[in-house]
């Protein structure tokens, strides 16, 4: 299917629309493969433990990339580049389809790699179709990083995000698994620099836990 993708030049809607179709036409296991919005409960523990971590961005992540919960911190940092777009916010799909990704990530290929590596690393049953529909979806920019299998860090790869109101701010992630297929990731700042800019981010109102899929 990528390879069909590529040749007609779809775009990511298409190639989603053909993947459905191809998914459709042989039962319905390869549509939603890793479940769909809606359908990840969050441990209350864990609820609790990011409504303590504010005002750190820190985002709870499931296998496929997708952003199930994050604090207002992370909400701060991250909105207004695009990433929480959409009712149920998966990074994979923005670093590769979507435009401004490029710009946002002061590294882009550090982001792509990072996240080919997270999909490696939480791999399952249901990975070889999850990775079917983004390779159908995402074309061969996405499929020749997995099968090539980078070394990237799996820690998302937002280490270094041009922000539009503070300018670059430099992070080292901290990766906590959290069970049931979720992962826990704290964006420390790197430096002096970046803890101001984190600050004045966060420094007006105050926290709130964001949660998706409940």
Same mark, same amino acid.
């Given at each position: 299917m990528a390879a069909i993708a590529d040749a007609l030049r779809l775009d990511a809607d298409d190639r989603l629309h053909l993947h459905?179709?191809?998914a459709l036409s042989q039962g319905t296991e390869l %549509?939603? +493969? /890793?479940?769909?919005?809606?359908?990840?409960?969050?441990?209350?523990?864990?609820? +609790?433990? *990011?409504?303590?971590?504010?005002?750190? !961005? /820190?985002?709870? %992540?499931?296998?496929?990339?997708?952003?199930i919960a994050w604090t207002d911190a992370f909400d701060r940092l991250a909105q207004p580049l695009g990433i929480l777009d959409g009712e149920q916010p998966e990074l994979v799909r923005y670093a590769f389809t979507d435009s401004r990704a490029r710009d946002a990530v002061a590294d882009w290929a550090v982001l792509a790699d990072a996240l080919v590596t997270w999909l490696h690393l939480h791999s399952g049953p249901?990975? =070889?179709?999850? %990775? #079917? #529909?983004?390779?159908?979806?995402?074309?061969a920019e996405f499929t020749s990083r997995w099968e090539s299998r980078p070394t990237g860090t799996p820690d998302l790869g937002l280490r270094a995000v041009v922000h539009p109101e503070v300018g670059l701010v430099r992070?080292? !992630?901290? %990766? *906590? *698994?959290? =069970?049931?297929?979720?992962?826990?990731?704290v964006l420390l700042p790197?430096?002096?620099?970046?803890? /101001? +800019?984190?600050?004045?981010l966060v420094g007006m109102l105050p926290g709130g836990l964001r949660r998706v899929s409940l």
């Amino acid at each position: 299917m990528a390879a069909i993708a590529d040749a007609l030049r779809l775009d990511a809607d298409d190639r989603l629309h053909l993947h459905h179709l191809v998914a459709l036409s042989q039962g319905t296991e390869l %549509v939603c +493969a /890793a479940g769909c919005a809606g359908e990840q409960e969050v441990p209350p523990g864990l609820v +609790a433990l *990011l409504d303590r971590l504010e005002p750190t !961005p /820190a985002v709870l %992540v499931g296998r496929r990339t997708e952003l199930i919960a994050w604090t207002d911190a992370f909400d701060r940092l991250a909105q207004p580049l695009g990433i929480l777009d959409g009712e149920q916010p998966e990074l994979v799909r923005y670093a590769f389809t979507d435009s401004r990704a490029r710009d946002a990530v002061a590294d882009w290929a550090v982001l792509a790699d990072a996240l080919v590596t997270w999909l490696h690393l939480h791999s399952g049953p249901d990975t =070889g179709a999850t %990775v #079917e #529909e983004l390779s159908a979806t995402l074309g061969a920019e996405f499929t020749s990083r997995w099968e090539s299998r980078p070394t990237g860090t799996p820690d998302l790869g937002l280490r270094a995000v041009v922000h539009p109101e503070v300018g670059l701010v430099r992070m080292a !992630p901290q %990766v *906590l *698994l959290a =069970g049931d297929g979720l992962t826990l990731v704290v964006l420390l700042p790197e430096d002096g620099v970046a803890q /101001a +800019a984190l600050d004045r981010l966060v420094g007006m109102l105050p926290g709130g836990l964001r949660r998706v899929s409940l």
